[in-house]
């Protein structure tokens, strides 16, 4: 897995970002769409994510047809400026159908059509977002995500991000479902158990944030209970890295370590510090 940190400089500017929780029930419970990142990508190369990516600027063109407003959005993310909060909405949607091939829509759209919009945003010169949704009669479903949390990269890596995680029911015809083949070069339905047991096998790598939101619901028994799981969108969660011995390790904001730890802090049974060790993370 790429990481770069600098435990002297100055920390960079968190950019913001936005992820999805793709989920759909199974017999073993609720499964989430990952892909493997590229091993060359600067930021997490070769770890399985979920599909998400920055902000691009045209996200928060106010001509994007999508079914919530901004101020809906804002109250959605606790965040006071609307524009922003309705741009997260429609990067997560965006970065979704870009690297998983899902389109999030309302109302839903022929899988063709999702098809034909994703190849349509992969050149470079090609017409603004808003145009393509035009063209393709598309309007973005931003009601289908649920805020779950907000991570915010160490001040100690080198390329930093604000980033917002959503949940989202998956569509009803997920046969499409794939990566990319250039960011990303593998894809699969994971149950969040099975994911955790694949990564302490060292089988995949799994950052920090990944593994501890997987940690939160491996025992939903699905996808509404899910759902329904009472959730602070609005707080950033801000881990914070250490040197151990010859490598360096992860705490996260409810570790007794983090500068930002309360003097008791609440035991919750879940990981909250994890250590790099040849490649890959580990708790």
Do not use: N
């Not at 606790?78 to 741009?87: H, K, L, Q, T, V």
């Not at 022929?110 to 977002?129: F, N």
């Amino acid at each position: 897995m790429t990481v770069s940190f600098d435990l002297e400089g100055d920390a960079p500017i968190a950019r913001d970002a936005a992820t999805v929780l793709v989920v759909r029930d199974s017999p073993a419970g609720p499964e989430v769409f990952f892909v493997k990142r590229a091993a060359a990508m600067h930021f997490m190369g070769g770890a399985y994510v979920f599909p998400g990516g920055r902000l691009d600027p045209e996200d928060a063109d106010p001509t994007v047809a999508c079914d919530l407003d901004a101020e809906e959005c804002a109250k959605r993310l606790g965040e006071p400026d609307g524009s922003r909060a309705r741009a997260l909405h429609v990067a997560a949607l965006r970065e979704c159908l870009e690297e998983s091939g899902l389109l999030l829509a309302d109302p839903a759209v022929d899988p063709d059509v999702a098809d034909a919009l994703r190849a349509a945003l992969v050149p470079k010169e090609r017409p603004s977002l808003a145009a393509l949704l035009g063209q393709h009669g598309v309007t973005l479903s931003c009601a289908a995500l649920v805020p779950w949390s907000r991570w915010v990269t160490p001040r100690q890596e080198t390329r930093r991000f604000d980033a917002r995680f959503f949940v989202a029911p998956a569509p009803a015809d997920v046969s499409r479902a794939r990566h990319d083949g250039g960011e990303s070069v593998e894809s699969g339905w994971l149950t969040p158990r099975e994911a955790i047991a694949r990564a302490m096998r060292a089988e995949i790598v799994l950052a920090p944030p990944t593994w501890r939101t997987l940690a939160e619901i491996v025992d939903v028994p699905d996808v509404a209970a899910l759902l329904a799981m009472p959730r602070e969108p609005s707080r950033a969660l801000e881990p914070s890295v250490v040197v151990v011995g010859e490598t360096f390790a992860v705490l996260l904001p409810d570790d007794p370590g983090h500068p930002a730890a309360t003097a008791d802090p609440p035991f919750s049974g879940l990981p909250t510090r994890f250590l790099y060790r040849d490649g890959a993370w580990e708790v």
